[in-house]
């Protein structure tokens, strides 16, 4: 079992970019979860993903938007970067409703 | 709202001294309470969970329990090595809402 995977690892984008990160769940998981980790603090929640639909949202603007496929990979996308979009990107993968959340090495991102 | 204060770092210890960092919580109803570490270069990793009042989590010969009366679920581990060099996240979760709420992370540094 290959864990979430994450793409790319890292990544350097300029002010006004606009950048797509990919996540693979885990085998067997349907729901995922992406969050954003500045240097030095604790990841905060964007959103979460089931059956290819945005079920949960964290406080973060429009600019930040993702997708779900069948096969239960995710996309987020973030538009018209800011400096302070540069951060660790975490997916996460679990089974619908349970507590329990694996997640991938993150997305490193700077913005320039 | 929900959230999740802890010990602020970074600590530094020797090698098999007793360790303990400090977790505490406002939240209503009754989440479920993590320890998650994070490794230089490494995404998070779960260490421990509990998910009900006075449930003790155990890992790796972490303990952390879970303390309705003082919202609490402190970390600890007798003899610390080397290996444990991270940072460690307390953070909590509400099985309906489905987000993972983080502290702002404990960086641990162990001397030989």
């Known amino acids: 079992d290959a864990g979430v995977t994450q793409s790319p690892t890292h990544l350097i984008k300029t002010r006004g970019q606009q950048v797509t990160l990919r996540c693979s769940p885990k085998s067997g998981h349907d729901t995922v979860s992406w969050y954003q980790q500045a240097l030095g603090q604790g990841p905060q929640f964007i959103f979460q993903y089931y059956e290819e639909e945005e079920r949960q949202r964290g406080n973060f603007p429009d600019r930040f938007s993702g997708h779900q496929f069948p096969n239960y990979s995710s996309e987020l996308n973030v538009n018209a970067l800011l400096l302070g979009d540069s951060a660790l990107y975490l997916c996460?993968?679990?089974?619908?409703?349970?507590?329990?959340?694996?997640f991938g090495p993150g997305t490193r991102l700077t913005v320039t | 709202g929900n959230s999740v204060t802890q010990m602020e770092g970074p600590v530094t210890l020797s090698e098999e001294a007793f360790l303990t960092i400090n977790c505490t919580y406002t939240?209503?109803?009754?989440?479920?309470l993590f320890w998650y570490v994070q490794y230089p270069g490494e995404g998070l990793q779960l260490l421990l969970k509990a998910t009900k009042a006075d449930d003790k989590g155990s890992n790796k010969g972490f303990e952390a329990t879970y303390r309705k009366e003082t919202t609490s679920f402190h970390l600890e581990k007798g003899s610390v090595q080397v290996s444990d060099s991270a940072v460690y996240f307390c953070?909590?979760?509400?099985?309906?809402?489905?987000?993972?709420?983080f502290g702002s992370g404990t960086r641990l540094s162990i001397r030989p």
């Open positions: 953070a909590l979760l509400y099985s309906s809402a489905s987000k993972i709420i």
């Open positions: 939240a209503t109803g009754y989440p479920s």
């Open positions: 996460a993968s679990s089974q619908d409703r349970s507590y329990e959340q694996y």
